[in-house]
């Protein structure tokens, strides 16, 4: 059974800061690997779906990063704003399953 | 891109009362869609799958009888909270992909409160 696990579990940085967001899965034939933006009281927005034919994808000042061998995918940030703060989840699956999330990571970023 | 519409965005209601809450997906069919529950600063859990026509296949430890499913077409899924009590209050959010290598797209969400 996928599991995901997420660190740190918070992160506060200043204004400007490259940052970079770590996610670790058990289950190493997944399908898909997929970060989340959710802001407080609010649903999830699609950051970045990596297959699991692809190395990283990329969207204006996010990378994601698959590293499927050692069952790792990193978040990185360019040039962090204050917009920026929100929690950030990751999600994978395999197999004919649904996604499973890690518990998120709360990100700060101070003007 | 893909739009998942889920309503309300907030209800509440009082105990021993049901609830309904619709997910749409507005611009692609949907052969899955998925209900979540969230707790204060907790991460999504699962609840349920369901697929267009079929029964929802519910994780362990989610009553059935008391979170209805009902998935009628391949654009609406809708929840049903029966019989409502205070600990059912959390944030419900619903998902739908076109296929499990695809990605995924969420509703907004609907916080539930029960009094």
């Known amino acids: 059974k996928q599991e995901v696990t997420q660190i740190p579990a918070a992160l506060s940085v200043p204004e400007g800061e490259n940052l970079v967001l770590n996610c670790s899965f058990t289950d190493s034939a997944i399908y898909n690997l997929q970060w989340f933006r959710q802001d407080p009281g609010k649903g999830l927005t699609s950051l970045l779906l990596?297959?699991?034919?692809?190395r990283e994808q990329t969207s204006g000042r996010l990378n994601a990063s698959l590293d499927k061998s050692s069952g790792r995918s990193t978040l990185y940030i360019a040039a962090s704003q204050p917009g920026d703060s929100a929690t950030y989840l990751c999600a994978a699956n395999s197999g004919n399953t649904p996604l499973v999330f890690g518990k998120g990571t709360r990100l700060s970023v101070i003007a | 891109g893909a739009v998942v519409s889920q309503h309300p965005s907030w209800v509440i209601c009082k105990s021993g009362t049901s609830v309904k809450i619709e997910c749409r997906s507005l611009d692609f069919q949907a052969t899955t869609m998925f209900w979540y529950r969230q707790f204060p600063k907790q991460s999504l859990m699962l609840m349920a799958t369901s697929n267009e026509g079929s029964k929802a296949t519910y994780e362990q430890g989610v009553e059935k009888d008391k979170f209805l499913i009902n998935h009628a077409s391949l654009t609406l899924s809708t929840l049903t909270v029966t019989s409502a009590h205070p600990e059912d209050s959390s944030f419900y959010i619903c998902?739908?992909?076109?296929?499990?290598?695809?990605?995924?797209?969420f509703g907004s969400g609907t916080r539930l409160t029960v009094v």
């Open positions: 998902s739908a992909t076109t296929g499990f290598r695809y990605g995924y797209t």
């Open positions: 990596i297959q699991s034919s692809q």
